[in-house]
């Protein structure tokens, strides 16, 4: 059974930061590439970043520069360090580990991440 399950989210000031974890059970990231979605109330879901199978990483426009994805294939994990928050990436981050073929993907939970004085 594939599990994602994410953790670190909560309540932070602006201009604080968090590190989110995504821990794999079930597949391995070395296979599968991990990306960090975003969703805010009344928003769609959009991608933060996005691990690619070369290794390198692209971020969305809105977070390049603050935030950081990185991967310990050891310990199947994703992370993602946000850091200088703003009350505009409140939202819930999921988690998604996806192959292109066989077309594959799985998302976590969602962790809840608000940016707030």
């Known amino acids: 059974q594939v599990q994602l399950v994410e953790s670190g989210g909560g309540l932070v000031q602006p201009g604080g930061s968090l590190r989110l974890s995504c821990l794999a059970s079930?597949?391995?990231?070395?296979?599968?590439?991990p990306s960090w979605y975003r969703q805010a109330p009344g928003k769609q879901r959009e991608l933060v970043a996005a691990?690619?199978?070369?290794?390198?990483?692209n971020y969305a426009d809105a977070v390049k520069g603050r935030f950081t994805s990185s991967r310990d294939n050891a310990k199947n994990t994703v992370y993602l360090q946000m850091n200088s928050l703003k009350p505009e990436d409140t939202a819930v981050y999921y988690c998604?580990?996806?192959?292109?073929?066989?077309?594959?993907?799985?998302w976590g939970q969602g962790t809840q991440v608000t940016v707030s004085a």
């Open positions: 998604k580990a996806g192959r292109p073929s066989p077309y594959r993907e799985y």
């Open positions: 691990i690619t199978s070369a290794g390198s990483t």
């Open positions: 079930g597949i391995s990231f070395s296979v599968y590439a």
